[in-house]
């Protein structure tokens, strides 16, 4: 895994449909990416998030409870 690789966060209510099987393969390259977590709950969106810290966040916002916790979260972060 190459030291520049972009750190990415996927995240989906559907973690066999829309996790792995649509946003996986996209970021499939070790080169250039490194998968740092994969959830499919809000609470571990959340807690993990704020732990792994990734250059990068690929959710699908249907996660979220609402649109405004949706906002209020990625402001804070």
Request: a negative charge; charged letters at 20%.
């Amino acid at each position: 895994m190459s030291s520049n690789a972009i750190s990415v966060f996927l995240a989906g209510p559907d973690m066999p449909g829309v996790v792995s099987r649509l946003m996986f393969p996209a970021f499939n390259d070790p080169a250039r990416f490194q998968i740092l977590s994969m959830a499919a709950d809000w609470g571990d969106v959340q807690r993990d998030l704020a732990r792994y810290r990734p250059d990068v966040l690929v959710m699908d916002a249907a996660l979220a409870p609402d649109p405004d916790a949706l906002r209020d979260y990625l402001t804070q972060m």
